[in-house]
T-cell receptor, first 112, second 111 residues
Framework: GNSVTQMEGPVTLSEEAFLTINCTYTATGYPSLFWYVQYPGEGLQLLLKATKADDKGSNKGFEATYRKETTSFHLEKGSVQVSDSAVYFCARSPRAGNMLTFGGGTRLMVKP | NAGVTQTPKFQVLKTGQSMTLQCAQDMNHNSMYWYRQDPGMGLRLIYYSASEGTTDKGEVPNGYNVSRLNKREFSLRLESAAPSQTSVYFC??????????FGPGTRLTVL
């Protein structure tokens, strides 16, 4: 079936450190890939997305590249801020539909 | 625009009680969804509605029922709550194959 696996957290970084959160997905069909962010006490917000191989999604300094050969969609940011502290979810959906399958979420904590 | 709204924000039930979680969106979206969020498991789809008048089961539908009352509203009902249904519930909506927009969630505790 369809699944998404992401690294368990929490991930604790100092401000301005480099961030990587790993995500891999099952390659059934040609899925679209997403990163969602959940700030404390809020619902999920779309952070970025990519719809085909080699696409790079980017937003707010975050980037992720759709890697078909490694079935990965790792989230990166060059310099994290305290305000980036949140839970990050990787997700996939089928190309011809909008049914999201989520990974388990990774909590990021950024210390000043 | 309020986006996706959910009521209530918090609820405590006793085992066997029933309740309905309400969701409304003002973005004229066709599709609406109910998810539950449990620690370490991400979000799992309970039910979804691709259009007014249609509903379909998701990954974890047992113990729940839904009603797509009109294009704006999609409710989730627990007929006989169980402790295993303690969770945070999120409603979302989308225009077909595009981005899903999420509500703020309902935190439900079943004692």
């Amino acid at each position: 079936g369809n699944s998404v696996t992401q690294m368990e957290g929490p991930v604790t970084l100092s401000e301005e450190a480099f961030l990587t959160i790993n995500c891999t997905y099952t390659a059934t069909g040609y899925p679209s890939l997403f990163w969602y962010v959940q700030y404390p006490g809020e619902g999920l917000q779309l952070l970025l997305k990519a719809t085909k191989a080699d696409d790079k999604g980017s937003n707010k300094g975050f980037e992720a590249t759709y890697r078909k050969e490694t079935t990965s969609f790792h989230l990166e940011k060059g310099s994290v801020q305290v305000s980036d502290s949140a839970v990050y979810f990787c997700a996939r959906s089928p190309r011809a539909g909008n049914m999201l399958t989520f990974g388990g979420g990774t909590r990021l904590m950024v210390k000043p | 625009n309020a986006g996706v709204t959910q009521t209530p924000k918090f609820q405590v039930l006793k085992t066997g009680q029933s309740m309905t979680l309400q969701c409304a969106q003002d973005m004229n979206h066709n599709s609406m969804y109910w998810y539950r969020q449990d620690p370490g498991m991400g979000l799992r789809l309970i039910y979804y509605s691709a259009s007014e008048g249609t509903t379909d089961k998701g990954e974890v539908p047992n113990g729940y029922n839904v009603s797509r009352l009109n294009k704006r509203e999609f409710s989730l009902r627990l007929e006989s709550a169980a402790p295993s249904q303690t969770s945070v519930y999120f409603c979302a909506s989308s225009v077909d194959n595009y981005e899903q927009f999420f509500g703020p969630g309902t935190r439900l505790t079943v004692l």
